[in-house]
């Protein structure tokens, strides 16, 4: 049975807004006795309000939160900017202190919470990373065991000896989480610093952080790459303005982050949406709405198909038009695109409602968004008519189906590919 080994036990964390401290002491007490008498603060700006904000702005970035954290854990935490979770880590760390409530902590904690944690600018690479096993409570004999499998993974072999000021960002990270990963720790904190470095290394650095999982230690990740999270993590903590709001699988969680409204929304007005381009910005043919069909919560399995029903209406006769769905992930990049087979029709003043099934085989797990076209393609110039496209015209979640090799999901693509054809029904 494995043992607990971080307890954060109803964690409250508070701040006073304003500026403090930018003074004398002198000019700080009048202010506050000036407050507590009623009376106009003397050293009050004229240009602005008050720069304390009054007695009683404070911000609450925490409210009592708790949770546990088992050996061999991965836990990822979700959530949008500002709702808690760099703070957590940070009292993880013991950077800050909590207003009220503990953590409970069994082990060597090791973390990456910004780029070049704990890295002096004047000391080498090599240097740091003794200073870095310094810190965490190793030996000089037992970093220096780990020295040549820390250079080796960090990639930066030829410039261990200069100073890291000299470092770029990426350099930072990789040296930086190298060191993280390697010197023993028994909870390995990760907090959005991946996303500097490059996509190889990403991979790499998920296959680590698995790695130290398998070995009985624990992860907390924090990214807001939904992706990632599912590779990595075997359980998920949800946080919304300081609350926690779930805790236990994955899944669940990312479709909380990727909701804003919309997860579980099957219906989708596309006449009414601002975002829209094309030859006539869907004066010749336009994109009316689109419903899902078969579906609660637009999330579904690998290789699945997403059934819907899209309207539209016909300004002009339309002949061998073509609908284009262009999938994006959870940061924009765009993945792939399907095309319809057959061609859409429509006599000049008609509304059509078909029935079109979009095929999901070979897409990662994760949230997505659809941008819908309606296109006139020519396949002799190769200049293609638009009629109307309506950006983000959909979304949904493709669930992960637990496939890990070396506790990593093996996605089987990656880039800009052409996923194949959308099929039109009657």
């Not at 983000?392 to 090799?405: E, H, I, P």
């Amino acid at each position: 049975m494995s043992r607990t080994i971080v307890s954060v036990e109803h964690i409250t964390k508070e701040y006073q807004l304003g500026v403090l401290g930018s003074t004398t002491l002198k000019r700080e007490l009048q202010s506050k006795m000036a407050r507590m008498r009623g009376r106009e603060d003397p050293n009050l700006k004229v240009e602005g309000p008050d720069r304390l904000a009054g007695d009683g702005a404070r911000f609450l970035a925490l409210d009592d939160i708790s949770f546990s954290v088992q050996e061999g854990d991965a836990l990822g935490i979700i959530g949008r900017n500002g709702a808690g979770k760099s703070t957590i880590l940070k009292i993880m760390s013991r950077v800050t202190a909590p207003t009220s409530g503990c953590i409970r902590i069994k082990g060597r904690v090791a973390s990456l919470l910004e780029v070049g944690t704990g890295f002096h600018p004047e000391l080498t690479g090599r240097e740091n990373i003794f200073l870095n096993g310094a810190i965490l409570g190793m030996s000089k004999a037992e970093t220096a065991s780990k020295l040549d499998e820390i250079i080796a993974f960090s990639e930066i072999e030829q410039f261990i000896d200069t100073p890291v000021k000299r470092y770029s960002s990426g350099m930072y990270v990789k040296l930086g989480f190298a060191v993280a990963a390697h010197l023993a720790p028994d909870i390995l904190v990760c907090d959005e610093v991946l996303a500097v470095g490059d996509t190889t290394f990403q991979h790499k650095c998920i296959a680590k952080m698995a790695e130290v999982a398998a070995a009985g230690k624990a992860v907390l990740c924090v990214s807001h790459n939904m992706r990632t999270m599912q590779q990595l993590c075997t359980r998920a903590v949800y946080i919304e303005k300081g609350h926690l709001t779930y805790d236990g699988d994955v899944d669940p969680a990312i479709g909380l982050y990727a909701g804003d409204g919309s997860t579980g929304e099957i219906y989708y007005d596309l006449d009414a949406r601002q975002r829209r381009t094309g030859s006539g910005e869907g004066k010749r043919g336009r994109l009316l709405s689109v419903r899902m069909i078969d579906t609660e919560d637009c999330r579904y399995p690998l290789d699945s198909m997403v059934e819907t029903e899209i309207t539209w209406f016909a300004h002009e006769t339309i002949e061998d038009t073509e609908l284009w769905a262009v999938y994006r992930t959870d940061t924009g990049e765009i993945i792939g695109r399907c095309i319809s087979r057959p061609v859409l029709k429509a006599a000049n003043g008609e509304t059509v409602t078909s029935k079109v099934r979009f095929n999901l085989a070979g897409l990662a797990p994760g949230f997505y968004q659809v941008r819908l076209m309606l296109v006139k393609p020519n396949l002799e110039s190769g200049i293609h008519t638009v009629y109307d496209s309506v950006y983000d015209a959909l979304r949904f979640t493709v669930l992960s189906d637990g496939n890990l090799r070396d506790g990593v999901w093996q996605p089987r693509f990656w880039g800009n590919m052409r996923l194949g054809d959308i099929e039109i029904g009657e």
